[in-house]
């Protein structure tokens, strides 16, 4: 395969809400650029960038796949990204390695709330937007597209602008016309994807040379020279046109507005044609700010803080030092773990031997390649700015930053949201159990979303992902490529009891059969402590009443049955408890004996201690747009959640609250359908409080049901 200058590659993240036709758009690209035999579909897994068996199951991409390109004389690399709320963590992820954005709207929907989203996160990364209204040859799509046209610029401004019009004819969309060069293309719908050159439709004239005129007053303003040329000569000459828009698109001045067909072909060519002359290369890429030293596990990278002048520029540039940032990984059966990473600059060739900075340790990139889909294809080298992949590093993982040794650079890393729903995992068998762990971290190096770890309060395997959706992709996952079945369960609520007053009794354990015998006998006095104190033991013991030796046994039979709980068998907490007093006998008291003693004590004083259930109080930020804002407080109002706050910042909701965890089990999906997919939230224990009475009633009456159907059979 040909290797390409930085001047030479176009970089594209395609993003989009979902369903809007962008695997299959990228399809019909590749199509036309003679890239694959015929037009891949999502439906029979023929897509080129719909490689994964679950994503063919559910018709939906669910993570970033990467595809090229070869169209006169320039690759294009083209990152499929998902549209489905839960999975637009890997759509933020894709930005890093491109320089342009590819913002695919369905045409008969218009805007739609995962658009706004995609939009915000190339506007952070600051990338060129350039709109493609797809499926242009549905039936609703000619009636929407003007709404939705004018719902785009008024949600995102006066420069998003069509370059093209979209032609309509008997046999419903046709082609295009150019508002640059004033060409109209015709194409045969399912064909090839070539245009054929004509003359613009009879009755498009009038309305093609007032778009122009739009077009051609709007790339000149702000530029004083365009301006005066302009206004001297009614217009600016093609070539100019075209060099003054390709600079108001790269400098976000313009945000173009083409139209085309996935599922027909129409369109493609001149889109590649549109790429290639008007998207920026990564030679034009400003220079790339990463870190000189890594941040220490933990640290933030906030611009404010003790790191905040570390960063150094490294230029996209073939005679800079070899540098490149792994984005993605994808665990493959066969290939093992394979890395896609950007080359930000230098010139990485086959089989070199690079440091990974990250990890302090050596790599070399043995069978170098770029990924088509799921397919590599193995090339020489790769030239600053290109984007390629290499299979079985040996300690390399996303986010992971590699180059010479001497010129180490840190770039920063993809931020992940935290995850939205937790669930308990059981494996179904023994030979699961073995499998789940290995299986779950190679799912985990592929996705950063997911979370796999054991709960210290209740002992359970816990998974935690974007949604329920997300999580059961992950358990399909399991089964398909790992072959190991789990069951999902709702987590358990970690609930602590506690004590309301004080309380004293005394324990006296007492067991005689032939020979030695079990005496102890105790009194100790429990007290509540402020939430958050744990549990605390007071010797208070004088004048021998019992041998030091076997203290330590009776506060070990207390902290045995507060462990055990009272109420419903949730431990107890916050409560000091005082030993002082007891007596022993000289040759039946040992420490079971005492311990014994502890446990028959302990229980006596909480039936008097007014016992009470505590449960875990989340502290929760909530960000969505401001019009949900209302709807979102009697929501929580709704789960026993207190408000504490409320920011507003450029049309946006920050909410802070504390609620219940047991109320938050299942929150992401409610704040997707409060918010329709635009909201986020993040959550972490803050403290424990006191269980509503009705509610602790049901708590203890449900942890009562087993134990009497135990006792009855």
Not at 126 to 153: C, G, K, T, W, Y
Not at 293 to 315: C, H, N, T, Y
Not at 522 to 538: D, H, Q, T, Y
């Amino acid at each position: 395969m040909k290797s390409y200058l930085g001047n030479e590659i176009r970089n594209v993240a395609v993003v989009g809400h979902a369903h809007s036709g962008k695997t299959t758009l990228i399809s019909a690209l590749l199509h036309a650029a003679h890239m694959t035999p015929r037009l891949g579909h999502v439906e029979d897994g023929s897509a080129v960038t719909a490689y994964d068996e679950e994503e063919v199951a559910r018709r939906t991409t669910m993570q970033a796949a990467v595809a090229f390109a070869e169209w006169n004389g320039i690759k294009v690399n083209l990152v499929d990204t998902p549209g489905f709320h839960m999975f637009l963590h890997e759509a933020r992820a894709a930005m890093i390695p491109v320089e342009a954005a590819l913002v695919v709207i369905n045409a008969p929907c218009g805007l739609e709330p995962m658009t706004e989203r995609v939009w915000l996160y190339a506007e952070e990364f600051n990338l060129p937007r350039v709109v493609v209204f797809n499926q242009m040859d549905h039936p609703r799509a000619a009636e929407n597209v003007h709404s939705a046209i004018n719902a785009l610029r008024e949600r995102f401004g006066r420069h998003l602008l069509p370059v093209q019009l979209p032609i309509y004819g008997e046999g419903g969309f046709e082609g295009v016309v150019d508002l640059v060069t004033m060409q109209a293309f015709f194409y045969t719908a399912n064909g090839d994807g070539a245009g054929r050159i004509g003359e613009i439709p009879e009755f498009m004239r009038e309305a093609a040379q007032a778009a122009h005129e739009v077009l051609v007053e709007l790339v000149a303003e702000g530029k004083d020279e365009l301006m005066e040329e302009f206004f001297a000569k009614g217009t600016i000459p093609e070539q100019r046109l075209i060099t003054a828009l390709h600079d108001a698109i790269r400098e976000d001045r313009i945000f173009p507005v083409l139209f085309a067909s996935g599922g027909a072909c129409i369109g493609t060519d001149h889109l590649l044609d549109f790429l290639k002359v008007y998207a920026p290369s990564p030679a034009e890429r400003a220079p790339v700010a990463a870190r000189s030293e890594q941040l220490p596990p933990g640290m933030s990278a906030a611009a404010d803080g003790p790191f905040a002048q570390e960063f150094v520029m490294r230029k996209v540039d073939d005679q800079e030092p070899p540098s490149l940032f792994i984005f993605k990984t994808m665990s493959d059966p066969f290939a093992g773990r394979i890395s896609f990473f950007k080359v930000f600059s230098g010139v990485v060739k086959n089989d070199v031997t690079l440091s990974n900075y990250s990890r302090h340790s050596v790599e070399k990139l043995s069978h170098l390649c770029v990924m088509q889909g799921h397919t590599a294809v193995p090339v020489a080298d790769l030239h600053a700015g290109d984007l390629g992949a290499v299979a079985k590093l040996k300690e390399t993982y996303t986010c992971d930053s590699l180059g010479d040794k001497g010129h180490e650079i840190f770039f920063e890393p993809v931020m992940v949201p935290e995850a939205a729903m937790t669930w308990a995992i059981e494996p179904r068998t023994r030979a699961d159990e073995d499998r789940l762990a290995t299986a779950l971290h190679r799912l985990m190096e592929e996705d950063l979303l997911v979370r796999f770890f054991r709960d210290p309060q209740t002992n359970e395997f816990l998974i935690s992902g974007a949604g329920q959706p997300h999580i059961e992709a992950v358990v399909s996952k399991l089964r398909r490529r790992y072959r190991t079945e789990v069951t999902l369960k709702a987590p358990k609520v970690p609930y602590r009891e506690t004590i309301r007053s004080k309380a004293d009794a005394q324990g006296r354990h007492k067991k005689q059969t032939g020979g030695h015998g079990q005496f102890g006998d105790c009194k100790i006095r429990i007290e509540p402590l402020p939430r958050g104190s744990g549990f605390e033991f007071v010797n208070d013991i004088f004048g021998g009443a019992i041998p030091r030796a076997y203290i330590p046994a009776v506060e070990k039979g207390i902290q045995e049955a507060a462990a055990r709980g009272f109420l419903a068998g949730y431990p107890v907490m916050d409560f000091r408890a005082t030993l002082y007093d007891g007596s022993f006998h000289e040759v039946d008291s040992n420490e079971l004996s005492f311990r014994m003693a502890g446990r028959l004590a302990f229980r006596k004083c909480m039936e008097q201690a007014r016992p009470a259930l505590l449960e875990p109080v989340m502290r929760v930020e909530i960000d969505a747009p401001e019009e949900f804002a209302g709807a979102l407080m009697g929501d929580l109002n709704q789960r026993r959640g207190r408000v504490q706050g409320m920011d507003s910042r450029g049309g946006a909701t920050l909410l802070r609250a504390e609620v219940p965890m047991a109320e938050m089990l299942s929150y992401g999906q409610t704040l997707t359908a409060l918010t329709q997919g635009r909201g986020s939230f993040h959550m972490e224990m803050d403290h424990y409080d006191l269980v509503p009475q009705p509610l602790a009633e049901k708590l203890i009456a449900g942890a009562k049901l087993p134990e009497a159907e135990e006792l009855a059979s």
